[in-house]
């Protein structure tokens, strides 16, 4: 199999798609992982924007960026906050995915529900129209 390098963008546009997919059916774990991985390619590619370095094959050079949707809200504002365009993009001081862990795909569906899903939904939601906003600004092509 060849080589595949990252693309946040398009990554973090299937992750919402296929996450709204499974929410409208009631498919709360998936859903809510699916709306972690938005949320961290999302931010990923924001923080592409805003200077994070890569490696040439396009990941996150420095390991404390190499983190999910919990932490990447987290690293975000190190980027953000020391890029003259960030001003614009801040993300809420409360984190919406500070009790989502990306080993909770292994939990039993029973484990979620539509309010828990719900939370996860409205962080991705708000980092899905940061990323439709750069799109329009033309920070991130």
């Known amino acids: 199999m060849p080589s595949m390098n ?12 296929d996450a ?7 498919r709360w774990a ?19 924007a805003f200077g994070m370095p890569l490696t040439t094959s396009g990941d996150p050079k420095r390991d404390i ?8 809200w ?3 504002e190190t980027y953000r906050s020391g890029h003259p365009g960030g001003a614009g993009y801040s993300l809420p ?3 919406p995915f500070a009790t989502w862990h990306i080993s909770q795909r292994y939990a039993h569906q029973s484990n ?14 708000i980092v ?3 990323v439709q906003k750069a799109l329009i600004e033309g920070l991130v092509v």
């Open 20 to 26: 709204e997919r499974l929410f409208e059916a009631s």
């Open 65 to 72: 960026d190499r983190v999910h949707a919990d932490q990447a």
């Open 93 to 95: 001081t409360t984190n």
């Open 128 to 130: 899905r129209g940061l």
């Open 112 to 125: 979620f529900d539509q309010s828990h899903t719900n939370i996860h939904r409205n962080g991705a939601a």
């Open 30 to 48: 998936n859903a809510d992982h699916l709306y972690g991985m938005s949320v961290e390619c999302g931010l990923k590619r924001l923080m592409i």
């Open 74 to 76: 987290i690293r975000y």
């Open 6 to 17: 990252p693309d946040f963008l398009d990554a973090h546009h299937r992750h919402w798609d």
